[in-house]
């Protein structure tokens, strides 16, 4: 039976970008197979235009260290208590998906590649909230340092798009509100 069964516009409306997460872990069997499942986004030309460097057990330990060096201006100059303090932001998640985009040199398919890892994450995303795991796609400035992609091991020619930190959380933010539809349509003509 499944326990997990949201209505895909309950998944859609009711999701939160989670920024506080509680420390547990996130199971590898139940990352892989929310990324099992994302992966039947449309993209064109079944280019599938990603890949992903996920990080949610033991290898978390060697990841910390590489988003406190590139994650924290001038960490060794910090007090231990208060870098224990900025890195929470790092190690209270249960888990961790960089999405890889190659960038294709016309722009047409790079924008397309782009837009389809989008709708991927956001099935990432919305998988994840189904099953209890909130998520936030981050786009932090180090993403593109050459340095941390050399960590990651992110190749000429790729981009590191999102650092999407997944986990359990306690507190379900406040939603909030968009725009009214009015605001945003105009029928064809009028
Ligand atoms: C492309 C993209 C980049 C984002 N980058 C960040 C980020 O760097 N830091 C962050 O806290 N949230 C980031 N977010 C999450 C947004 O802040 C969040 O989606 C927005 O506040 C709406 O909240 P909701 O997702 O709970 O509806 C990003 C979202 C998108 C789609």
Same mark, same amino acid.
Request: one cysteine or more.
């Given at each position: 039976?499944?326990?997990?069964?949201?209505?895909?516009?309950?998944?859609?409306?009711?999701?939160?970008?989670?920024?506080?997460?509680?420390?547990?872990?996130?199971?590898?069997?139940?990352? =892989? +197979?929310?990324? %099992?499942?994302?992966?039947?986004?449309?993209?064109?030309?079944?280019?599938?235009?990603?890949? *992903? #460097? &996920?990080?949610?057990?033991?290898?978390?330990?060697?990841?910390?260290?590489?988003?406190?060096?590139?994650?924290?201006?001038?960490?060794?100059? =910090? +007090?231990?208590? %208060?870098?224990?303090?900025?890195?929470?932001?790092?190690?209270?998640?249960?888990?961790?998906? *960089? #999405? &890889?985009?190659?960038?294709?040199?016309?722009?047409?398919?790079?924008?397309?590649?782009?837009?389809?890892?989008?709708?991927?994450?956001?099935?990432?995303?919305?998988?994840?909230?189904?099953?209890?795991?909130?998520?936030?796609?981050?786009?932090?400035?180090?993403?593109?340092?050459?340095?941390?992609?050399?960590?990651?091991?992110?190749?000429?020619?790729?981009?590191?798009?999102?650092?999407?930190?997944?986990?359990?959380?306690?507190?379900?933010?406040?939603?909030?509100?968009?725009?009214?539809?009015?605001?945003?349509?105009?029928?064809?003509?009028?």
């Amino acid at each position: 039976m499944i326990d997990h069964a949201l209505t895909v516009r309950d998944a859609i409306i009711q999701r939160r970008s989670i920024k506080v997460f509680n420390g547990q872990p996130v199971e590898r069997e139940n990352l =892989l +197979s929310i990324l %099992e499942d994302a992966v039947w986004a449309p993209n064109h030309q079944l280019r599938e235009p990603w890949r *992903f #460097v &996920i990080a949610c057990g033991k290898e978390l330990e060697e990841l910390y260290s590489v988003l406190k060096e590139f994650g924290i201006p001038k960490w060794k100059d =910090l +007090s231990e208590e %208060e870098l224990e303090k900025q890195m929470k932001k790092y190690m209270t998640p249960g888990g961790y998906v *960089f #999405v &890889i985009v190659p960038e294709d040199a016309r722009q047409k398919e790079r924008l397309e590649d782009y837009a389809a890892a989008s709708m991927l994450i956001q099935n990432v995303q919305l998988l994840a909230w189904d099953r209890g795991i909130g998520s936030c796609w981050k786009t932090p400035g180090f993403l593109d340092n050459p340095k941390f992609r050399e960590a990651l091991g992110a190749k000429t020619g790729e981009r590191i798009i999102s650092m999407l930190q997944v986990g359990y959380f306690d507190e379900m933010p406040k939603p909030k509100p968009r725009k009214n539809i009015d605001e945003l349509i105009t029928i064809f003509g009028e």
